[in-house]
């Protein structure tokens, strides 16, 4: 069957709640599914809840191989995404994809990563955190900052942990403001962010969270003499078709499903700017 017009159906085989809201599922295909195609971190499929609609979700795990598994992670927001969260262990999900252009991570040796995520933004970083990890000889240094309002709202708390233990990547959790019982960093991804150790001229940044936080990012990257070009976004638009010929997921002459969802902050700066686009 076709992967990208027509769902096809994927069981539920594990469902772990990460947060209050959030939840990860790994997906595995039924026996109608007869192609897999591989899924690059930053990609996205479209996930269909039966009788209830499709939404736009990225990868979370190991990019789809020979066994055709998809791992997603899913937030509650509305009626779809409550679906899919909802769905039990053993029922059967939809999948169309993968669709868009994922993180370029065809970096230059000796460059510096820096991956910063807000929220549920960390979702469609982590297998480039993972891809990043699994080729750390090629990067000088790997920074992963996270940020969340509070930190029941911290995804993967086990994994961040263990890389966090490690010496392969350096990794800094703030929240937005204090509570108790917490005693990391508090504040914005951005204060971070200027206390990284980066060389700019040879970083490459990739950014996914709430779109005025990638902006706020970027900015202070830019300020501290990252390219532009090297500074990379994951934007969310209303997404429906998924290849680039219902026009929903518009911006200026991009269709974000097809030319992203992964751009890059010199095209998308100027867009962004734009009231309304
Ligand atoms: C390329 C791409 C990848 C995505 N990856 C993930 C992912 O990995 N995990 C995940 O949980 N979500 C992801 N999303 C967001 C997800 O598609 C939306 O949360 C979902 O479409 C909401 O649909 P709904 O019917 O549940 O809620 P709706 O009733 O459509 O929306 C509920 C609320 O969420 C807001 N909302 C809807 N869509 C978006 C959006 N795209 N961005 C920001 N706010 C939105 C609405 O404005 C409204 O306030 C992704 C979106 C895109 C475009």
Redesign the pocket.
Same mark, same amino acid.
Request: charge should be positive; proline fraction near 6%; glycine fraction near 12%.
């Given at each position: 069957m076709q992967t990208d017009r027509v769902p096809n159906w994927y069981r539920v085989r594990s469902r772990v709640v990460e947060t209050p809201d959030?939840v990860t599922v790994t997906l595995e295909p039924t026996t109608n599914v007869t192609e897999h195609h591989r899924v690059a971190p930053g990609q996205?499929m479209m996930l269909y809840a039966h009788g209830v !609609?499709e $939404?736009?979700?990225?990868i979370?795990g190991h990019p789809k191989g020979a066994d055709g598994k998809l791992t997603?992670?899913?937030?509650?927001? !509305?009626? $779809?995404?409550?679906a899919i969260h909802d769905t039990p262990v053993g029922s059967v999900l939809g999948a169309r994809g993968p669709f868009?252009h994922g993180w370029n991570l065809d970096i230059e040796q000796g460059s510096d990563l820096v991956i910063v995520a807000g929220g549920?933004g960390l979702?469609?970083l982590r297998p480039a955190v993972e891809a990043a990890l699994a080729a750390r000889a090629h990067f000088r240094r790997l920074t992963l900052i996270v940020g969340a309002r509070n930190p029941s709202n911290i995804l993967y708390r086990r994994e961040l942990a263990t890389w966090a233990a490690s010496d392969m990547i350096a990794v800094e959790l703030t929240i937005d403001q204090p509570v108790s019982g917490w005693t990391g960093p508090v504040g914005f991804v951005t204060e971070s962010l200027h206390r990284a150790d980066i060389d700019p001229t040879r970083t490459t940044a990739l950014l996914c969270g709430p779109e005025l936080m990638m902006r706020f990012c970027a900015r202070t990257l830019i300020d501290r003499g990252v390219p532009a070009e090297n500074i990379q976004v994951?934007l969310?638009?209303?997404?429906q078709c998924g290849m680039g010929t219902c026009g929903h997921?518009q911006l200026g002459e991009l269709l974000?499903?097809r030319d992203?969802?992964v751009v890059d902050y010199a095209t998308a700066e100027p867009l962004l700017l734009v009231p309304e686009l």
């Open positions: 959030t996205f !609609g $939404v736009a979700i990225s979370s997603h992670t899913v937030r509650s927001v !509305g009626a $779809v995404s409550k868009g549920v979702a469609p994951s969310e638009r209303n997404m997921c974000l499903c992203g969802p």
